[in-house]
């Protein structure tokens, strides 16, 4: 009776280890799964701080990029008002009575 007793307590150790090193087994698991959150949430902000940064210099890039077209059609504004004068200026010229000499000389 005494070794059945024996073990029974030997039984029952073993059983209490095993659910020692469960337990164990569970909170590193725990561990582990907290620190593959937190490395998921550094993942997700780092790259959300990049996506910001993308996001950002795609914003500085399309400014620059109105603000170089918005010289450009000011500079072709310029341009066309200048060749819109010069257009004037010549029909007027065409209508106003030439100079005699010229309009002779091909005649002569």
């Known amino acids: 009776q005494q070794q059945q007793q024996q073990q029974q307590q030997q039984q029952v150790a073993a059983q209490q280890q095993r659910e020692r090193q469960k337990l164990v087994e569970q909170q590193k698991l725990q561990q582990l ?5 937190q490395s998921q949430k550094q993942k997700k902000e780092l790259k959300a701080a990049e ?3 993308k996001q950002e210099a795609r914003k500085r890039a399309v400014a620059a990029k109105k603000a170089t077209a918005a010289t450009q059609s000011q500079q072709s504004i310029t341009q066309a008002a200048a ?3 010069k257009l004037v200026q010549l029909q007027q010229q065409q209508k106003s009575p030439t ?3 010229t309009s002779g000389s ?3």
Request: net charge positive; aromatic share 0%.
């Open 33 to 37: 799964q907290a620190l593959q959150k």
């Open 51 to 53: 996506t910001k940064k």
């Open 83 to 85: 060749t819109a004068a």
């Open 99 to 101: 100079p005699k000499a």
């Open 106 to 108: 091909g005649a002569g």
